[in-house]
């Protein structure tokens, strides 16, 4: 049985994960940023890079403690090692690279957008592909038609903001603190979903992208309109009604693109992956379509939804089709798959 240690550091999760060739995850370690960043109301990327160098060790030492192995009991390094910040995808990247050259192992690069989805064959402990893939994070809002576990062919993409990236902004405007998903989640729980009606781009055409920054306007707009000053208190009701309506949109978006991909490639599974997957409105109306079409619904638990290192068990695939990475592997900021016009299984 081959043993894996994984890392994962593209953005502002100092992560490493220890599993084996069977998809068990032995440790799934993640040492969050926010509190560095909260104060800015988004992730400083300089900072990020360098709590990734203060945090990476000790969290390597926590997961090797975790699974009870050492590292003479690691057979392969895996990393992710595109797309991400720069700074911070090089942390990991270097890390990896000279653990790889110190104990003699193999190298794996994995895809941190893919590895998102594969999330969902982790939790799935099945195969869940061929599938539709949504990717639903903060810098990444993308559709994929995943053939087999490794190869994801490009359907569609935002063109401007993430809705991870909208959530974040929308907090910002409702002076709800950052990271704005949760926070926008629990304001909406007590709000109106139909109080106000947001835009919800491209939803009656079939192209399978999505733009979420008219939707940003048009909240900063009815803001002012309401009298208040965007990241300055509004008083309830009409915070949480502004949030429920704002999530409504984006949940409205998400729902009908997939169900959109789910139609166009004549799939029946869908896989979720991202931040945004913790969503519980949004987990429940995917549930729901899901159910309507007769289709499978993959949603990794919480903690391999947002950024974790586990997800990189991508690289088990990869290792078993000898898909090995140079020593030189660089870190790619990056993301730019092919895109394919949708087409049948
Ligand atoms: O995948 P992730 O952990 O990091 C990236 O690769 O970007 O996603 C982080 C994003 C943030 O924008 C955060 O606001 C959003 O996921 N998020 C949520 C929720 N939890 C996290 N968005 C909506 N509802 C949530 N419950
Ligand atoms: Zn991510």
């Known amino acids: 049985m081959a043993i894996f240690l994984a890392l994962e550091t593209s953005c502002d999760e100092t992560a490493a994960a220890v599993f084996d060739d069977d998809l068990q995850i032995r440790a799934n370690i993640v040492a969050s940023q926010t509190d560095l960043h909260a104060r800015f109301g988004g992730v400083v990327p300089e900072v990020a890079a360098r709590a990734h160098l203060q945090r990476l060790l000790p969290v390597i030492d926590e997961a090797l403690k975790q699974a009870k192995v050492s590292l003479q009991d690691i057979d392969c390094l895996a990393v992710m090692n595109t797309p991400g910040l720069v700074g911070s995808l090089l942390m990991g990247v270097s890390a990896a690279k000279i653990l790889a050259v110190a104990l003699e192992l193999p190298l794996v690069a994995v895809n941190h957008i893919e590895a998102h989805i594969y999330a969902c064959r982790i939790a799935a402990g099945r195969d869940v592909f061929p599938a539709v893939g949504l990717v639903v994070s903060g810098g990444h809002t993308v559709l994929f038609h995943c053939r087999n576990a490794i190869e994801f062919d490009l359907l569609g993409a935002t063109l401007d903001d993430a809705a991870g990236e909208a959530f974040d902004k929308a907090a910002s405007m409702l002076n709800l603190g950052f990271p704005g998903g949760p926070k926008i989640e629990k304001e909406a729980a007590q709000g109106n979903p139909h109080a106000f009606r947001f835009p919800r781009a491209f939803l009656h055409e079939p192209r399978l992208d999505f733009s979420f920054s008219g939707l940003k306007t048009a909240l900063l707009y009815t803001i002012r309109q309401l009298g208040y ?5 509004i008083p309830q009701p009409l915070r949480s009604d502004l949030a429920a309506s704002f999530q409504k949109a984006i949940v409205d978006v998400l729902v009908t693109k ?7 490639t004549q799939l029946t599974r869908l896989c979720v992956g991202g931040g945004v997957a913790a969503n519980k ?3 429940a109306a995917l549930q729901t379509m899901c159910d309507q079409r007769g289709a499978e619904l993959f949603v990794p638990p919480m903690s391999l939804c947002t950024d974790n290192a586990a997800m990189a068990a991508m690289a088990v695939e990869l290792y078993r089709l000898g898909h090995f990475a140079p020593l030189d592997l660089d870190a790619i900021p990056t993301y730019r798959p092919k895109r394919v016009v ?4």
């Open 258 to 264: 997939c169900a959109q991909a789910l139609e166009q």
């Open 229 to 233: 000053t965007p990241g300055a208190d």
């Open 342 to 345: 949708a087409t049948t299984k």
């Open 281 to 283: 409105t949004l987990r």
